[in-house]
């Protein structure tokens, strides 16, 4: 090989590298730059449910209201869209009749929310949100066998307010309705939300 030829080997070389260097730092920024819009939280809240679904056809009266959990992973498209998914545990209900052993029922569910969002200031926004569920709630009854468990698939909508509180943390509180076959659920959560 010529001297020549080995300058030309050398350059080739030399550019070959220097384009797979650009490469992968373009390839590193995309992904970091992604990574900056995902988002993790978790809420806590109160639920209210209607009768029919929580109690069934069992004839009790209920204590309707109870203390909510909640767990989310989301991303962030741009200041006016994101998706989310996650699970919320809306609590254990307790149904209740004079002279009666104690009934409990437990409704949870996993969903997917779309989220559209409008800054008012640097750091508030409104939202909007529908959701898609899948529900259930398992119950049990002591003395007199297990209660009728309830499945299904239904959607939510809901309306809130999140406020940042510089580039990582923020708040967002919301509330939402799910609807679970023909009967409703409302609740209120404040959620903490860690983004990345």
């Known amino acids: ?48 449910f209607d009768k029919a679904t929580v109690c069934g056809d069992v004839g009790r009266s ?11 992973a989301g991303y962030e498209f741009n200041s006016f869209f994101s998706t989310e998914f996650g699970y ?3 609590g254990e209900f307790e149904l209740l009749q004079a002279g009666a052993d104690k009934a409990m029922t437990e409704v949870d569910a996993l969903f997917i929310n779309s989220f559209l969002s409008y800054p008012i200031y640097k750091w508030i926004s409104v939202f909007g949100k529908l959701g898609y569920n899948k529900w259930s709630s398992d119950g049990s009854l002591s003395n007199e066998g297990v209660f009728a468990d309830n499945k299904g698939y239904d959607v939510s909508y809901g309306l809130g307010m999140s406020f940042s509180f510089g580039k990582d943390i923020g708040i ?3 509330w939402e309705r799910l609807s679970l076959d023909n009967d409703d659920s409302d609740s209120l959560t404040g959620s903490l939300v860690f983004s990345f």
Do not use: P
């Open 1 to 48: 090989m010529s001297f020549r030829n080995n300058h030309s080997f050398i350059a080739l070389l030399m550019l070959s590298l220097f384009a797979f260097y650009g490469s992968v730092t373009a390839a590193e920024k995309l992904i970091n730059d992604a990574w900056d819009d995902f988002y993790l939280g978790f809420g806590v809240g109160q639920s209210q």
């Open 62 to 72: 209920c204590d309707l209201t109870e203390h909510s959990q909640k767990l989310f």
């Open 88 to 90: 919320m545990r809306y």
């Open 172 to 174: 967002r509180t919301e």
